[in-house]
């Protein structure tokens, strides 16, 4: 399913009565005041213009097209994407607004979904394979407008790096995996399943998430599937994170506190103690064994309701009051735990694997710490491949980790160096591989054979050169993860440099005016985009209206063109000409420091030629002084 055209009557007062065409192979044209619907081929389409030869016989994705959303900030390139998630999307509710929407089904089936007040009674779409319109009415059934779905067997996904507060929604048929919707969606997932408490910081846990999606992402990608177009961190660090045992008294007895809410308080409060009474590395392994025990033991008694008790474990021959030989009992614990567990009247054959894994976790973190000497504080340091200090890399402790835990997380995992670029373009990747078939183990999580993703400006954060190889970043390695599903993308920036990568038929350009925002006939200058130098590309009055000198230096300039014409004698001039020839020889580009040395010199040519009529008139008067002298002692004879 690929969207064609939309024709928005008025959204969020902010387009009114505007059309944007995303079909690089026709352009629609609707007139309102007629009800007409007109169609012109484009004769420079070219077919599978984004598709690389030989991509389709070995299971890769499809880009059927790509279009960008250009405009300067303020212009509404966002509110564009925001129609189509409330309006397009499944669960949204369907079509909601008054508009014309125009796709194209994989059979080539061009279809029209119109508002009833946007009526469509001539024009030449007929004879374009366009089917006679689905109306929409303002009373029609929800139900209705659902079943009629016009993104029908399409998944829609949301990315965007930008975190401004707004609000964001997830529907079905839609994955969203923009930062503003995961920062509030991780956390109340965790505070649903008792994780955190709802004071616990939101950006924390987004940041813990992010970090483990983009080391699984790294993992995934051993076998050399995806060429990134950076270079990976060598180290990462693994922190344990521990429960705080919430302890409750129910009464004193010699000034201690004999009873606790639930088991998982007591046995943390008991890991704790066992922690404290050890130092130097030995405490170091303890800190992990608590978190992996604590953790544990709190998902089984709160996520699968297994009912634990400490005489249960005291009658097994562990005394938790006791806090001596800390590794033995740890040991033992474990021991319990898993006869607990064969003993259940039915065998839960998971669970045993989940202990097998924990017992094989515990030991690969005893010598870890034993044999890697690179432990700050709690914080274990480990190198993403082989052969850099570590017998075992953070990747390989990911997965045992992963093996090993049934809801909550055992350990947090953090970059050691990494700019906000390579973070930035790291997301991206991760995030889109996070919703690959292989990533959703439940088949009803799967994407839809077609994709339509929307990026909106996807390139913050990242150098210019990045920027310039973002596009075919994107054409390379979506397709790979993505198999064998048809790609719309639609991305908005305000960026030139990706422009560059795009036809002018695969362009919307908005701009803002007094009256509002409004799709624009391409570049000001009318300037040909794909392949263009992307110089050319920002020296369009589109963006920049004022030139390409930023506006601080612009002002220096202009003051310095005024300094130099209000300039009269020549004393001033000699008091501030060091100064503006220093000035003048920092400016970079060479035909403005040209013009600006042609002026300082015409300036001190002036000076001098005064000078020169100056002693010319002193020579003067100094010559008829003598001639006068000489006539008086003449006549004096």
Request: hydrophobic share 40%.
């Amino acid at each position: 399913m690929e969207l064609m055209y939309m024709y928005i009557e008025n959204y969020r007062n902010t387009f009114v009565e505007q059309e944007f065409n995303f079909s690089s192979e026709y352009r629609f044209k609707y007139t309102k005041a007629t009800q007409e619907l007109n169609v012109e081929k484009n004769n420079l389409f070219i077919p599978d213009f984004f598709q690389r030869a030989g991509e389709l016989e070995d299971g890769r994705g499809r880009i059927v097209n790509i279009t960008g959303i250009i405009g300067k900030n303020g212009a509404g390139k966002t509110t564009v994407l925001d129609f189509i998630k409330e309006n397009l999307v499944y669960g949204a509710g369907g079509l909601n607004q008054k508009a014309i929407i125009i796709i194209r089904d994989e059979r080539g089936t061009q279809r029209i979904f119109s508002h009833v007040e946007l009526g469509i009674s001539k024009g030449n779409y007929r004879y374009f394979n366009l089917e006679d319109p689905f109306v929409y009415h303002n009373d029609m059934d929800t139900l209705t407008q659902l079943e009629t779905n016009i993104l029908a067997e399409t998944s829609v996904i949301f990315y965007s790096t930008i975190f401004d507060a707004k609000q964001e929604f997830e529907w079905m048929g839609m994955r969203n995996i923009s930062t503003n919707y995961l920062v509030k969606q991780i956390k109340r997932n965790a505070v649903e399943m008792k994780q955190v408490d709802q004071d616990f910081s939101e950006i924390e846990l987004y940041r813990r998430s992010e970090v483990k999606k983009q080391l699984e992402f790294i993992s995934s990608q051993r076998s050399g599937t995806v060429d990134l177009p950076m270079k990976m961190p060598e180290y990462a660090t693994i922190t344990p994170r521990l429960l705080n045992p919430v302890l409750i008294s129910k009464g004193k007895q010699g000034g201690q506190d004999i009873g606790f809410d639930s088991f998982d308080a007591e046995i943390n409060f008991w890991l704790r103690n066992l922690e404290h009474s050890m130092i130097g590395d030995e405490r170091v392994k303890m800190l992990f064994k608590r978190a992996i025990i604590g953790n544990f033991v709190y998902d089984l008694m709160n996520f699968r309701s297994i009912h634990l008790s400490s005489n249960y474990f005291y009658e097994h021959g562990l005394d938790m009051k006791n806090i001596q030989d800390p590794f033995v009992q740890i040991d033992r614990f474990v021991i319990i735990i898993r006869d607990f567990i064969e003993s259940m009247p039915i065998l839960d054959e998971g669970l045993l694997e989940l202990i097998q894994n924990i017992v094989q976790l515990l030991n690969k973190i005893d010598v870890l710490i034993s044999t890697y000497s690179d432990v700050v504080y709690s914080s274990l340091r480990l190198p993403l491949v082989h052969g850099l200090d570590s017998a075992m890399t953070i990747l390989e402790v990911l997965e045992l980790h992963n093996a090993a835990t049934l809801f909550s997380e055992y350990f947090e995992f953090d970059w050691v160096d990494l700019s906000s670029g390579q973070k930035a373009l790291l997301s991206m990747y991760s995030s889109f591989f996070s919703l690959c078939d292989e990533q959703e183990r439940a088949s009803n999580m799967h994407l839809s054979n077609n994709l339509l993703i929307l990026i909106d400006e996807g390139e913050l954060y990242l150098h210019p050169e990045w920027q310039r190889n973002f596009l075919n970043n994107l054409i390379e390695y979506l397709p790979k993860i993505y198999k064998g599903k048809n790609i719309q993308i639609i991305f908005t920036s305000n960026s030139p440099v990706i422009i560059s990568d795009l036809p002018n038929s695969n362009l919307i350009f908005i701009d803002r005016s007094e009256k509002g925002c409004a799709v624009i006939d391409g570049l000001i200058e009318h300037k040909q985009t794909f392949a263009a130098n992307i110089h050319t590309l920002y020296s369009d009055a589109f963006f920049m209206e004022k030139g390409l000198v930023g506006e601080f230096a612009n002002k220096k300039i202009l003051n310095l063109i005024r300094a130099i014409h209000s300039i009269v004698e020549k004393e001033e001039f000699i008091e501030v000409e060091k100064e503006l020839d220093i000035l003048i020889s920092q400016i970079g580009e060479p035909v403005l420091r040209g013009k600006l040395h042609s002026l300082m010199k015409e300036k001190r040519e002036k000076f001098i030629r005064s000078d020169r009529t100056n002693q010319e008139l002193m020579n003067m008067i100094r010559n008829m002084q003598q001639e006068i002298d000489q006539l008086k002692q003449e006549r004096s004879k």
